[in-house]
């Protein structure tokens, strides 16, 4: 039994799953240079919000000729804007194995009330990708933030597709591959793998999607924040920086702080390999330990960024109670904030693992994670 408390600490206990933990070399007054207090269409604020538009597209290997928004809203914003101006103009699939992707097929079918097919899969579990017709148009959260399953790869989807993809990317994009050939719309939020602020959302869109755009109105109403046409033609301003209403410019100088980070870290490939070896680190933790277990049930979609874990102890007795009070003493130490399992989720826990947090904090983290286990069965029994 791990009764006495490891002697190592995190440096930084943030290991939630959004918003996430800032760069290492975050400080607020790094920001010092955002044109506060100015109007954001005048030179200085176009020209941050163009810059974060076009850092995104270099960071991500985003192609040329795709748009790239910042949008109202955060990651909802943007996936909600592309459902309501994109959707109905076929059948729609929608494919969800956690509560985000559940959530967007309530919108298509109880909202919009469109024609669709649910595919889904309990948590830990993914859905029959190969099952996936793109006739269609299709629907999908690339990462499980709440189950902590992601897609392995792109490659089940088509080349030859006539249907749009619509990817919500949030926890994906900067620690994850994103084959943009095969996605038509992505999203994400700052507030996610980069730990930036939250409010502002990014959609992506391929010239498929801005074709459709052009070429097919909805049957309902979209309010100004969601509409990216005028007259039946793209609105190019929003891609350039002229966003649809007043952002927060704290917000842009925030991004820019965490794009130049990411360049310092080696840009895509450096995140990827710091999301990668802090999952590896909990990967290693469960193979280690036989009391806790990957909620993921196929190693080739465990998530590297929102890593869902699951206790496995058959002496626990209220698994729901079990999990909450091993996450509160994590926190009450000072060791580990906010790691309990999202709300609709089984009971466990989520460790946030993109490319902001360091290896050396996942590592100190673990050791107190057998302390507190151990801590908690000896007060069950007690
Ligand atoms: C997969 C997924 N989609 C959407 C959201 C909502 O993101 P936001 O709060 O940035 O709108 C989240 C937030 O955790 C998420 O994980």
């Known amino acids: 039994m791990a009764t006495q408390q490891p002697a190592t600490r995190p440096a930084n206990p943030r290991f939630s799953s959004g918003p996430c933990a800032k760069p290492p070399t975050f400080e607020l007054s790094k920001l010092a240079g955002a044109p506060l207090g100015r109007s954001h269409r005048a030179a200085p604020g176009k020209a941050k919000l163009k810059e974060a538009i076009e850092g995104t597209r270099e960071i991500l290997g985003i192609p040329a000729d795709y748009r790239i928004g910042i ?92 249907g749009l993809t619509i990817c919500d990317a949030t926890s994906a994009a900067f620690a994850m591959d994103l084959p943009w050939d095969k996605l038509d719309v992505t999203t994400f939020s700052w507030q996610k793998v980069l730990g930036g602020e939250a409010a502002h959302g990014v959609i992506v869109l391929s010239p498929r999607a801005v074709e459709r755009l052009e070429n097919y109105t909805p049957a309902w109403p979209l309010p100004k924040i969601f509409r990216l046409t005028k007259g039946g033609k793209l609105i190019e301003g929003i891609f350039t920086g002229a966003t649809i209403n007043t952002p927060s410019m704290l917000a842009v100088e925030d991004y820019l702080f965490a794009l130049n980070w990411a360049r310092s870290v080696g840009g895509l490939e450096g995140l990827k390999a710091r999301a990668d070896a802090n ?5 290693d933790f469960c193979d280690a330990n036989n009391w806790i277990a990957n909620l993921a049930e196929d190693d080739a979609t465990r998530s590297n960024t929102s890593v869902c874990l699951k206790f496995t102890d058959d002496r626990i007795q209220d698994g729901a109670a079990f999990a909450k009070a091993v996450a509160k003493r994590l926190d009450v130490e000072g060791i580990a904030y906010d790691i309990g399992a999202y709300r609709d989720a089984p009971a466990g826990l989520r460790i946030w693992c993109g490319g902001t947090v360091e290896t050396s904090d996942i590592q100190a983290m673990l050791p107190w994670l057998a302390w507190a286990f151990d801590a908690e069965l000896a007060a069950q029994a007690a």
Do not use: C, H
């Open 279 to 283: 999952a590896q680190a909990v990967f």
């Open 71 to 162: 949008v109202p809203a955060s990651d909802t914003g943007a996936v909600e804007m592309a459902l309501w101006s994109l959707l109905g103009e076929r059948k729609v699939e929608m494919l969800a194995w956690e509560s985000f992707g559940a959530g967007w097929i309530t919108d298509v079918v109880k909202q919009l009330k469109i024609e669709a097919e649910a595919k889904t899969a309990d948590y830990g579990q993914i859905v029959d990708l190969a099952s996936v017709d793109f006739a269609n148009d299709v629907v999908f959260t690339w990462n499980g933030t709440t189950s902590g399953v992601r897609v392995p790869n792109g490659d089940w989807i088509s080349d030859d597709r006539d």
